[in-house]
């Protein structure tokens, strides 16, 4: 959830695309297992188990060692058994490359020690994994822009070769229980050729190591429904056996209201956006904004005029669309249509991310009983669909489970359609 469309997302918040997909092709020959056949049905992202580090600052490019924040919460085996039980059959499993690629050898090893214990300790528990290497954007050397910006980027051989290392290891494990996603959301455009040559060339180092490894493939612009839906994946035909995936947070204005990462600035006051937009009014939610804003002693009072200016525009366009069920639907088709027209079982395509920031005590956002609603809509339409999906995420402020006590939310339990675990 590194966020290329949380920069640019607003001038289309709440316009799906409407262009007519290509031409129909013949079905993809591949070694791909038969629809149905793959353990990737319903899964959590595991974000921070293997994310938070202690990066130096500039002009170090290294990192503290251990290298990952020891009060990040960590999924215990207990935790595993108890997300098997509720129904998941999966995790994808986000790792920061940065503390890999910054180490030295001996570090390194052990590095990948803990990533091969994570990943048993998730199969133990009867869990697919997805290991998907997720570079840090705010990190000030070792992210996106250094490693995969391009095939010429400073850092993509070293990346690259970090992506066959892995799959390597993966290699070894239960054969069709593990899958390595090489990156997460692509900064490039949707169509851009930058990543189809950055792609194809980490593709083809992950198989040099890992043949058999089930890789995961993805389109730009942030993994966003349109950076799939202009993927071409005949010429991935070759890396069988492969899965496809897409992330959904649509609309943001809803899913990201009240994200203190988020730049724009009509997201830090932003809260008690509804959902559906008709479950609420536009007065009720800008009265929240203007409390919000009268809150803030850390911007001029020009800078919150001119934020709540903006924050007012975007909310009447949203309240104007009433997104409802239908509008997640109408996204969610353009990736069957897509599937269609290329031959791609939809079991094969995973919505890897999709969720919505909560109100607790860290943060003000979506009314917790309006968040239910859009999770439960937001699964149900993958469901609907045929598409296998993730969750985001385990913890922290889009979780299911709190940091702390690792009791499970009830709330997303049932949005979830899981059922709770005996204790």
């Not at 695309?17 to 070694?31: F, G, K, M, Y």
């Not at 039980?85 to 940065?98: E, T």
């Not at 890999?100 to 590095?111: I, K, S």
């Amino acid at each position: 959830m590194t966020g290329w469309s949380r920069r640019r997302i607003l001038g289309a918040a709440l316009v799906a695309a409407t262009a007519p997909l290509a031409t129909t092709v013949p079905p993809l020959e591949s070694r791909a297992r038969a629809a149905g056949a793959w353990p990737f049905r319903r899964g959590v992202n595991t974000w921070p188990w293997f994310a938070l580090t202690r990066e130096f600052p500039a002009p170090r490019t290294d990192y503290d060692w251990p290298p990952f924040q020891s009060q990040r919460p960590v999924p215990t085996p207990a935790d595993l058994a108890r997300l098997r039980a509720s129904g998941l059959d999966f995790i994808r499993l986000p790792v920061d490359p940065g503390p890999f690629l910054a180490a030295d050898a001996g570090q390194r090893a052990e590095l990948m020690d803990m990533l091969d214990a994570a990943v048993d300790a998730a199969l133990a528990a009867d869990l697919g994994v997805i290991v998907n290497v997720q570079a840090n954007g705010a990190t000030h050397y070792w992210n996106p822009d250094r490693m995969y910006s391009s095939t010429a980027a400073p850092e993509f051989e070293t990346y690259r070769a970090l992506v066959s290392e892995i799959a390597g290891r993966l290699q070894t494990k239960t054969s069709g229980m593990v899958a390595l996603e090489p990156v997460n959301e692509p900064p490039q455009d949707c169509s851009s050729e930058a990543w189809r040559a950055v792609q194809a060339s980490l593709l083809t180092a992950a198989r040099v190591l890992g043949p058999s490894v089930p890789l995961v493939v993805t389109g730009g612009c942030g993994s966003m429904v349109r950076g799939l839906t202009a993927l071409d994946p005949a010429p991935l035909a070759d890396f069988e056996p492969i899965l496809f995936t897409f992330h959904f947070y649509e609309p943001y204005l809803f899913s990201h209201q009240g994200a203190p990462w988020m730049r724009e600035p009509v997201y830090r006051a932003l809260n008690n956006v509804p959902w559906p937009a008709s479950a609420g009014t536009l007065e009720r939610t800008l009265a929240s904004v203007r409390a919000r804003i009268a809150q803030d002693s850390e911007r001029s009072d020009e800078e919150k005029k001119t934020a709540y200016q903006e924050t007012e525009k975007v909310l009447k366009v949203y309240f104007d669309a009433q997104p409802d069920r239908r509008f997640i639907d109408g996204y969610l088709k353009q990736v069957s249509d897509w599937a269609q027209t290329r031959g791609i079982a939809r079991e094969r395509i995973i919505m890897g991310e999709f969720g919505a920031l909560r109100t607790d005590a860290r943060y003000t956002a979506a009314p917790n009983p309006d968040r239910a609603r859009y999770i439960a809509d937001v699964r149900q339409s993958a469901e609907a669909f045929g598409f296998p999906w993730a969750f985001w995420d385990l913890f922290d402020g889009m979780g299911m489970m709190d940091d702390t006590t690792r009791a499970l939310d009830p709330a997303m339990v049932e949005a979830l359609g899981l059922r709770m675990p005996r204790a």
